[in-house]
């Protein structure tokens, strides 16, 4: 082989065409439809494939210079200024590059924070090198003047503010729409929202000033197509004020700066940052400006974490970061895998550095501009995505724009809808949380976290109210259940519980008794189980029955195959019936015997697809009707 010959292992083999490819599946599915096995819809009702070709015909998205590694930041968010302090130099020492300074009362807050007065500032950022890292803000309506203090910080200090990297995040409309709640309208604060700018500009610095932040409907459970169009639509916002107070428009949109929520949900986040880059494009052309890079930070999702078995937030967080940095965010913040059960301690903060260091330093995952482009399904998502925002940022825009849209309610209660959406999926495990509502751990330690109190924050401003688009947590409903249960345990010595009455041979029983096993211990209903009662090729049901008795539970499942349960069932639950069990279920769909194991005892049936969420409410119920008879 010489230097000039082409090596093409492929080359001795016909080009396989979709069509074949469709044979195939055909065969593979056995007659069961390829709509409803293979084909997906997002919450916007964007419909994925199994499978894309390349798109020959995609460029690359700009956004960091190739090579360029995107900014490892780290929440400061202790509300103590000292401990604080030490933090972020612990952080800043082991490969933090930036930090997000937030406030108490702010979005991203979750209850902790730091205060805005300059005192309190000074001693967070004691010893701190402003000039070698990048700071970005988490405002609150109460630390509307943090701003200013860390201006005047900064003066003190004598650094050129226009050597800073600062993002100093205003966003008065993000903390409208967030907690329904303003001192004013904003055609009233839009001026003062100039002033605030301006002011941070004649001071020397470079900006970004103002951020359109996605979290606000992310937190509240809305689909990727409505935070692209909220982002678009309160940066335009941003941007008209300033344009009207006299600010040029090549200027006014340099001082806009996004942040977005990254979730496990890796394509879609993909998708979404280059969409949004296109999106803000298209907008900077419309204005008859040459599109230029804008900055995108992003931040792991808040409704993605849970409280129970906490250490899945790692892996979540992971994914989060890889679909982020792939999808070309220039900062990433991570929430700290135990962020969700209180303010995280330095062995969760470090994992959270970690997470970015092993991606950029060990998997080099910055070193490829745009690594998606020309992948065929986070092309295709993306276009859809694109345009689905776009469609809905054009209904803002008719409705007057993102203040009139959220004073009729416009945007909210889309969000609401597929807040709606989110929760029935959860509820019914077609979007399971693993650790949570799919194998849990009932049994599980507690995380270590920090023994602070929460600090005070003052009321916010009453003037005006909007409908509020609140954050939520997709796990809440079941960690409900398991804290009652926690409860119940703390009060009386034991958990409730479900008998497992298991019927016939190990293998007819295994599945369903597993399966049977993680439904009910999400809902803190701990299951007791065991290898069966074998007798005579069927069920020892006097033994049955004695296992019951001595388990301590008030509740009891049947659990076999349909065979198994064709042959014994209907004993089954009229011995536990007999025996004083008045809560029988049965795991798997009852068929043409509905009415017969109904009328031998049977209550309810346990199987995928149904209301997972609504029968653990009620069995927690009837387990805690007291002791059987």
Same mark, same amino acid.
């Given at each position: 082989m010489t230097d000039t010959d082409t090596l093409s292992l492929a080359a001795a083999f016909p080009p396989a065409t979709r069509e074949q490819w469709l044979a195939l599946v055909d065969g593979a599915l056995k007659g069961a439809p390829f709509e409803k096995k293979l084909v997906s819809k997002t919450y916007d009702g964007l419909r994925i494939e199994p499978l894309y070709p390349a798109d020959r015909a995609a460029v690359p998205v700009a956004a960091r210079a190739s090579g360029a590694p995107w900014q490892v930041m780290q929440r400061v968010d202790h509300p103590d200024p000292a401990a604080a302090n030490a933090e972020i130099l612990s952080d800043l020492a082991n490969g933090a590059t930036g930090l997000s300074l937030v406030f108490a009362g702010s979005l991203g807050a979750r209850g902790w924070g730091i205060g805005a007065d300059a005192d309190t500032l000074a001693k967070v950022l004691k010893d701190v090198r402003l000039d070698a890292i990048a700071l970005e803000l988490q405002l609150s309506p109460q630390a509307k003047d943090a701003p200013r203090a860390l201006a005047e910080l900064i003066a003190a200090q004598k650094l050129t503010p226009s050597a800073l990297d600062i993002r100093w995040a205003i966003d008065p409309l993000g903390a409208m729409a967030a907690f329904g709640t303003a001192r004013i309208a904003w055609p009233d604060m839009a001026k003062e929202f100039s002033i605030r700018v301006r002011d941070l500009a004649a001071r020397g610095f470079k900006g970004p000033f103002a951020v359109a932040d996605g979290r606000v409907v992310h937190d509240a459970g809305g689909s990727e197509a409505q935070e692209l169009a909220w982002l678009v639509s309160v940066a335009l916002a941003y941007v008209r004020a300033l344009e009207a107070d006299g600010v040029p428009l090549d200027a006014a949109r340099k001082t806009i700066f996004f942040r977005v929520a990254a979730d496990a949900d890796q394509f879609l986040t993909i998708a979404k940052i280059r969409a949004l880059r296109k999106l803000w494009a298209s907008v900077e052309a419309a204005c008859g400006l040459a599109p230029e890079h804008v900055f995108v930070s992003a931040?792991?999702?808040?409704?993605?974490?849970?409280?129970?078995?906490?250490?899945?937030?790692? &892996?979540?967080?992971? $994914? #989060?970061?890889?679909? %982020?940095?792939?999808?070309? !965010?220039? *900062?990433?913040?991570?929430? @700290?895998? /135990?962020a969700a059960l209180g303010l995280p301690e330095g062995g969760a903060r470090r994992t959270a550095r970690n997470t970015q260091l092993?991606?950029?330093?060990?998997?080099?995952?910055s070193k490829v501009a745009d690594p998606a482009a020309g992948a065929g399904g986070p092309e295709d998502l993306t276009k859809k995505l694109g345009t689905a925002?776009?469609?809905?940022?054009?209904?803002?825009?008719?409705?007057?724009?993102?203040?009139?849209?959220?004073?009729?309610?416009? &945007?909210?209660?889309? $969000? #609401?809808?597929?807040? %709606?959406?989110?929760?029935? !999926?959860? *509820?019914?495990?077609?979007? @399971?949380? /693993?650790?949570?509502?799919?194998?849990?751990?009932?049994?599980?330690?507690?995380?270590?976290?920090?023994?602070?109190?929460?600090?005070?924050?003052?009321?916010?401003?009453?003037?005006?109210?909007?409908?509020?688009?609140?954050?939520?947590?997709?796990?809440?409903?079941?960690?409900?259940?398991?804290?009652?249960?926690?409860?119940?345990?703390?009060?009386?010595?034991?958990?409730?519980?479900?008998?497992?009455?298991?019927?016939?041979?190990?293998?007819?029983?295994?599945?369903?008794?597993?399966?049977?096993?993680?439904?009910?211990?999400?809902?803190?209903?701990?299951?007791?189980?065991?290898?069966?009662?074998?007798?005579?090729?069927?069920?020892?049901?006097?033994?049955?029955?004695e296992a019951y008795k001595a388990s301590g539970a008030t509740l009891a499942c049947l659990c076999s195959s349909d065979d198994g349960y064709a042959a014994e069932a209907v004993a089954a639950a009229k011995a536990l019936t007999d025996a004083g069990c008045a809560h029988i279920y049965l795991a798997g769909r009852p068929g043409e015997q509905e009415a017969a194991f109904k009328a031998a005892g049977v209550t309810r049936f346990v199987f995928m697809g149904g209301d997972v969420l609504g029968m653990l409410q009620e069995a927690q119920k009837l387990a805690g009707q007291g002791a059987r008879p």
């Open positions: 931040e792991t999702a808040w409704r993605m974490m849970t409280r129970r078995d906490p250490a899945v937030n790692m &892996l979540r967080g992971t $994914v #989060a970061v890889f679909a %982020a940095g792939v999808g070309g !965010a220039d *900062a990433i913040t991570v929430l @700290p895998w /135990t092993i991606l950029l330093e060990e998997s080099y995952l925002a776009w469609e809905l940022f054009q209904e803002i825009e008719a409705a007057g724009g993102i203040w009139p849209a959220l004073t009729q309610g416009l &945007l909210q209660k889309k $969000v #609401a809808a597929v807040r %709606a959406s989110r929760e029935k !999926a959860v *509820a019914n495990r077609r979007d @399971p949380l /693993t650790g949570t509502s799919e194998f849990p751990n009932i049994a599980e330690g507690p995380a270590e976290v920090l023994d602070v109190a929460q600090p005070a924050v003052a009321p916010l401003p009453s003037g005006v109210a909007l409908e509020p688009m609140p954050a939520m947590r997709l796990s809440a409903p079941f960690e409900a259940l398991r804290d009652a249960s926690d409860a119940v345990k703390e009060k009386t010595g034991a958990r409730p519980k479900i008998f497992l009455a298991n019927l016939g041979k190990l293998a007819a029983f295994t599945a369903r008794a597993t399966f049977t096993k993680n439904f009910f211990e999400a809902g803190g209903i701990q299951a007791v189980g065991n290898d069966g009662f074998p007798a005579n090729g069927g069920t020892d049901l006097t033994a049955l029955v």
